[in-house]
């Protein structure tokens, strides 16, 4: 369909772009062969020489000779008036084109490519049938397969920006659906005084990626939008933006909650120094996060979705001025991406992205892997015969949950996977435990563990050439320094940052990311020993025999 569209653009603009060139070199030049006209337009007292050699072609003859540089010959229009040649020539062309409409639909058709974004009116101007029978035998047209999907080929393929529509309003073909667009958006969950650390992240996130992609922005609220807020984040991009309000129920106690035991459990968690565990809000946040966001009904038209957080932190202000006592910045988007993230998603048939691979404060909840395994095995069914647990499971102690978590402030996922029943299943099942509310279940633990049991590891792409950081964790990517400004960090760098010092859990013998990649990640240097490194003062974790420069 957009080949034959494509195709009758091209001939409608070439006809009219032809049409003031043919008359300019018929007077120029004279015709080359006899032309048919209409006998009204002759005028009977046209002044000839008599040695002029005519040729008689149907209604009217044509002097071979060329054309006086002055126009000396008179021609009549329908309304018997007379215009010089020069015009009436002209006229006559316009008459010729098959009919007028026509003409008018080939201007109208130029003036919508004319008002297209540069880099989709290149691509319609060099389009020819050869062309796309050599792109196509080159693959780069077509998406690779999803029954044996290669990333890494398709980034290959498909990076310096290939899917880019420009800077600018949004393509009118783009809404036609020529481009093939997956289905997505950018969504935050902010708060209207977050507004100035909502146009931070934008700013970043616009500048490295958006704007040449101008995926549309969903905005999530538990009470309406103020117009300054919608305001000043709609004027930081091109790209369609959306206001909405998060539904009652999705933002509120449950009633098999036992109010007096949320209560106190507000209070232990923060007597104990969990984070944000005193804050009902975070409560509300972490249950939205894990089962609900992708229910909201404004996201049904989408299929895949980005998590971008506002630049503000609810940390400790203390902590903050230990760590960053010159930093006022939170989040940051380090890295200029030059290629479409939803598709590589789409065509490579990924369902989840992630950047960050860490531990998380085990006391936030104490009873989420036994809830899990109750859920395991009440419903076998629903576990993915691929599913690879190992990785989360630290062997070394009873078969307990090793706590590691995607960070879940960066995350990139197919809305499809969690509307499915395995998902849908497990979060019901958590939610009816009581657990948001009676202990500090997190969205990142519980996103991290749905993934691992109903879909296979083949499906989960790392994402580590996006540097990113929000509060305390950073990633900065190796090897891009012409496309990343940040200071590369280790692949183990965030390992334990999140667990403060007082949390008695046990950290496991390999850093989650290295767990998660397996095989030769995990392979240590000779010689080396844990026990070692720690007598010199080190963490333990610094004996491992491949490192982030060496690539994935």
């Not at 008036?81 to 026509?102: D, E, K, S």
């Not at 538990?222 to 790209?239: I, K, R, W, Y």
């Not at 989408?302 to 506002?310: A, G, L, M, S």
């Not at 997190?442 to 083949?458: C, Q």
Request: glycine fraction near 6%; hydrophobic fraction near 40%; proline fraction near 6%.
């Amino acid at each position: 369909m957009a080949t034959t569209m494509l195709r009758g653009i091209k001939r409608g603009v070439m006809r009219l772009l032809r049409l003031p060139l043919d008359v300019i070199g018929r007077l120029d030049s004279g015709p080359s062969k006899p032309s048919s006209m209409p006998a009204y337009l002759l005028q009977s007292e046209l002044q000839t020489s008599p040695t002029t050699d005519w040729a008689s072609v149907n209604e009217i003859a044509v002097p071979q000779e060329s054309y006086p540089s002055e126009p000396s010959l008179v021609w009549m229009n329908r309304l018997g008036h007379r215009v010089p040649f020069h015009t009436g020539y002209a006229m006559l062309a316009w008459r010729n084109i098959h009919n007028r409409r026509r003409a008018l639909i080939s201007l109208l058709l130029i003036v919508i490519i004319f008002s297209m974004p540069p880099p989709f009116r290149r691509r319609l101007q060099a389009f020819s049938v050869e062309d796309e029978r050599l792109r196509l035998q080159a693959n780069e047209l077509t998406p690779i397969s999803t029954s044996d999907p290669d990333p890494r080929r398709w980034l290959e393929l498909n990076l310096d920006n290939k899917y880019a529509i420009g800077d600018g309003k949004a393509s009118f073909f783009r809404g036609m659906g020529y481009s093939s667009r997956p289905r997505a958006a950018l969504i935050s969950l902010v708060r209207n005084s977050e507004v100035e650390g909502m146009i931070q992240s934008m700013r970043q996130l616009e500048y490295r990626w958006n704007r040449k992609y101008q995926y549309p922005w969903v905005f999530f609220n538990d009470e309406p939008f103020t117009a300054e807020f919608e305001a000043a984040t709609s004027n930081l991009t091109s790209a369609e933006c959306y206001y909405e309000v998060i539904p009652r129920e999705h933002w509120s106690i449950p009633d098999w909650i036992d109010q007096d035991m949320f209560m106190n459990s507000l209070e232990y968690l923060g007597a104990i120094g969990v984070g944000k565990g005193w804050m009902v809000s975070y409560r509300h946040m972490c249950r939205w996060n894990s089962g609900f966001f992708y229910k909201h009904p404004r996201l049904k038209q989408f299929d895949w979705y980005w998590r971008v957080e506002p630049d503000v932190s609810c940390m400790a202000f203390f902590l903050w001025v230990a760590r960053f006592l010159l930093t006022a910045v939170k989040v940051h988007y380090f890295c200029d991406i030059d290629y479409d993230v939803f598709r590589l998603m789409r065509d490579n048939n990924l369902k989840y992205g992630f950047n960050m691979n860490i531990l998380d404060d085990a006391r936030s909840f104490p009873s989420l892997w036994r809830t899990t395994q109750d859920f395991m095995n009440e419903h076998p069914e629903l576990i993915h015969p691929e599913a690879d647990l190992n990785w989360l499971v630290d062997m070394t102690n009873i078969g307990e949950y090793n706590n590691c978590q995607f960070f879940s402030n960066f995350e990139i996922g197919d809305l499809n996977f969690f509307r499915a029943r395995p998902n849908e299943a497990y979060f019901n099942w958590l939610d009816r435990a009581g657990g948001f509310f009676y202990e500090r279940f997190g969205d990142a633990p519980i996103h991290t563990l749905s993934v691992a049991m109903f879909l296979p590891k083949k499906h989960v792409w790392f994402f580590q050439d996006i540097g990113y950081q929000h509060d305390i964790n950073r990633h900065c990517p190796p090897n891009l320094p012409d496309r990343c400004a940040c200071e590369p960090t280790s692949l183990d760098e965030n390992f334990y940052k999140l667990v403060p010092f007082e949390s008695p859990q046990r950290k496991p013998d390999d850093t989650c990311i290295r767990q998660f990649l397996g095989g030769e990640w995990l392979k240590k240097k000779d010689g080396w020993s844990r026990e070692a490194e720690q007598l010199a003062g080190g963490d333990g974790y610094r004996g491992y025999e491949r490192t982030e420069k060496d690539g994935l």
